[in-house]
């Protein structure tokens, strides 16, 4: 046996073989790999390249196609990141450039770069208004049925196809079911109110019955077999105050978002928060068609993680603890943080946003809105009011992490009968 020396690095009580000290000029394997860690760090910091994909470009796809290209991480290469968001550019597309986007997501697809080719055309399909016809040919041919809300503007030939499909294809029956859910025209609702009428045989192998895929894409069969949106088609997003200098807040805004309420809550004792304000007499709200002064959707933020807090509501901005509402299973106790200090103050912006902006959350875009589809997090999660029972419309979301960096999202919603509020909240 050999004996052991002393590692060398000061103030280390560590010990080795003469071999390791060899090899290490003297010092153990952890002072060893710290150093090399350390010499590792200084390399790249020293060699560490910025490098502008976009210097020279002023093309808009082009721009694009290279935001939606896999890159690379290297860690000598610091990326410039563009001034603009995907989403902004999306917007300033004209009809020749989403087509040539749309173009270039076929060929992705042709090359079985699938990922890529459906970003693409899931921008298109939330961030514009185009309707994308070789996207979905494309898929179709491929038999790609999801990210189902692609489907969401497919004209009558392809409805045709999907409704025969969810006959004949079992593998992809619930794709196919959730496309055409997104589909949601007429035929789609007469077939849906069929299926309900007299479920097909295949029906019972589903995890819930045909008509309701619909809840997916916002909608319901009402008692009539006739449809029932679960949300309003108009949308204002909220933006940032200090993103947003254009906007001058001469006016107070339509709503306003996260703010400490004078209650607390029965079941943690912490305090409620008024999510949103609504100031039905705007005319911004005519559109929710609540005849009265004032709407606060409230909750408790700490609670709501847990489970749906209701409140019972009236036109005139009063609010309270409902009686309808139950402990959920698991509530841990109040941690005692005080949220609201890190959170960035949001205006309701006055230019309308696309319906299904924030729709598709995989695309990452500020979620904080009015009205609009919800952008669910995990599955669809309308609440039914639990004093009529009618599922309740989604009337806003507040999204944390544009709020605070923080997860998850807070959805609210109305059962205007009843004056009954809700709030859900989803995270990954
Ligand atoms: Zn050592
Ligand atoms: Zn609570
Ligand atoms: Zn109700």
Request: with cysteine; net charge negative; glycine share 6%.
């Amino acid at each position: 046996m050999s004996e052991r020396l002393p590692c060398q690095t000061p103030g280390c009580t560590g010990t080795i073989l003469p071999a390791t000290a060899l090899k290490t000029g003297g010092i153990c394997m952890p002072c060893y790999q710290q150093k090399k860690a350390l010499e590792h760090q200084a390399y790249i910091e020293q060699n560490r390249k910025e490098v502008n994909r976009y210097a020279g470009i002023n093309d808009p796809v082009e721009i694009l196609k290279i935001m939606h290209s896999p890159r690379r991480h290297d860690p000598l290469i610091q990326e410039v990141p563009y001034p603009r968001t995907a989403q902004e550019i999306y917007h300033g597309l004209t009809k020749e450039e989403r087509d040539r986007m749309e173009s270039y997501a076929v060929d992705l697809l042709e090359e079985e770069d699938t990922d890529q080719a459906e970003m693409i055309l899931l921008s298109l399909a939330c961030f514009t208004r185009g309707e994308i016809k070789l996207g979905l040919e494309a898929f179709m041919r491929e038999e790609i049925y999801h990210p189902s809300i692609l489907y969401k503007d497919a004209g009558v030939e392809i409805r045709s196809q999907l409704i025969e499909k969810v006959e004949s294809d079992p593998a992809n029956r619930n794709h196919l079911l959730l496309a055409l859910a997104w589909i949601g025209d007429e035929a789609v609702v007469r077939q849906f109110a069929v299926w309900r009428e007299s479920p097909p045989e295949w029906a019972s192998a589903l995890y819930q019955p045909p008509e309701a895929y619909a809840r997916f894409a916002g909608w319901e069969l009402d008692e009539e077999g006739g449809q029932r949106w679960l949300f309003h088609r108009e949308c204002y997003p909220f933006k940032i105050s200090a993103e947003d200098s254009t906007e001058a807040p001469a006016t107070p805004a339509a709503v306003t978002v996260l703010q400490a309420g004078m209650q607390s809550c029965p079941w943690c004792g912490g305090g409620l928060t008024e999510l949103f304000d609504f100031d039905l007499q705007h005319p911004q709200l005519e559109f929710m068609k609540l005849p009265g002064k004032r709407l606060r959707i409230a909750a408790c933020m700490h609670c709501n993680c847990y489970g749906t807090v209701y409140m019972k509501a009236d036109l005139e901005g009063r609010y309270s603890w409902s009686e309808y509402n139950v402990v959920p299973e698991y509530l841990p106790e109040h941690g005692g943080g005080t949220y609201e200090a890190d959170w960035r103050e949001m205006r309701l912006s006055e230019q309308p946003a696309g319906t299904y902006e924030s729709a598709e959350w995989t695309l990452e875009a500020p979620a904080s809105q009015i009205g609009g589809h919800p952008a669910w997090i995990q599955d669809a999660d309308y609440p039914a009011c639990p004093c009529c029972a009618r599922t309740m419309t989604f009337v806003a979301q507040a999204d944390m992490g544009q709020v605070a960096d923080d997860e998850g999202i807070y959805y609210a919603f109305v059962c205007r009968e009843c004056l009954i509020t809700a709030v859900n909240y989803q995270q990954t």
